[in-house]
């Protein structure tokens, strides 16, 4: 079964500045997809980015970007010009093709004014 | 439009009743799926549908039933609802089962078991 991981349960960051948040994944899969997920206090969950195991150009939609080191299975995101609205859980998930979404644990991001 | 809905948003009951929870989406997916998210936030699948066939059924007590009347609706009924059931419950839906789609979330069901 696969696993994923995040080391970090809160993250704080200042307004304008960037942050990164950690995950890792175990599995023996050579063909997956990896997911960010955002949920704000509304608890909508919210797909961030979507990143495809067998690209290795890592995956950008604006502000976001991700880190993706399919030898250390580890999947990163990178948040720049952080803002307040950025404040949320974010969650990183693991899809087997042909198999249901995992996801981690979940990171709790503060922006700060 | 909302693209997946789930009613009702908030549920507060006592223990031992049964209640529904109701989801459709208008996207056109194939597959539907139920998560249960708890107190500290960790997700898990319970159950998944893909074209109203059950493919999915996680570790779940058999006092959840989920139904799928058709491909756009997938109902979770729960049966003696006891307090450990409080979370929240979320319906989602992807393209097709296979092939690493994206899924999208209804905004949840805040259940309270007293």
């Known amino acids: 079964a696969q696993t994923v991981t995040q080391s970090q349960p809160e993250m704080s960051v200042q307004e304008a500045e960037t942050v990164t948040l950690s995950c890792t994944y175990d599995?023996?899969?050579?063909?997956?997809?990896l997911f960010w997920y955002k949920q704000p206090p509304s608890r909508q969950m919210i797909l961030v980015i979507r990143?495809?195991?067998?690209?290795?150009q890592n995956a950008t939609e604006n502000r976001f970007s991700v880190n993706f080191q399919k030898a250390a299975k580890s999947f990163s995101l990178k948040i720049s010009d952080s803002q307040l609205g950025d404040t949320a859980m974010y969650f990183c998930?693991?899809?087997?093709?042909?198999?249901?979404?995992?996801f981690g644990g979940g990171t709790r991001l503060m922006v700060k004014p | 439009d909302t693209a997946v809905s789930q009613t009702p948003k908030y549920l507060v009951t006592q223990m031992g009743n049964d209640k529904s929870i109701k989801c459709e989406q208008n996207?056109?997916?194939?597959?539907m799926y139920w998560y249960k998210q708890d107190s500290k936030k960790f997700l898990k699948i319970m159950f998944s549908?893909?074209?109203?066939?059950?493919?999915i059924n996680e570790t779940v007590p058999n006092r959840f039933s989920p139904k799928s009347p058709d491909k756009a609706h997938l109902n979770l009924h729960i049966n003696s609802l006891e307090l450990g059931d409080s979370a929240v419950y979320f319906c989602?839906?992807?393209?097709?089962?296979?092939?690493?789609?994206?899924?999208?979330f209804g905004s949840g069901t805040r259940l309270t078991v007293v």
């Open positions: 989602a839906s992807s393209q097709r089962f296979a092939g690493g789609y994206g899924y999208t």
């Open positions: 599995t023996s899969e050579s063909n997956y997809y």
């Open positions: 990143q495809e195991a067998y690209k290795q």
């Open positions: 998930a693991f899809n087997n093709a042909g198999n249901m979404l995992t």
């Open positions: 996207l056109g997916h194939d597959t």
């Open positions: 549908y893909n074209n109203k066939e059950l493919i």
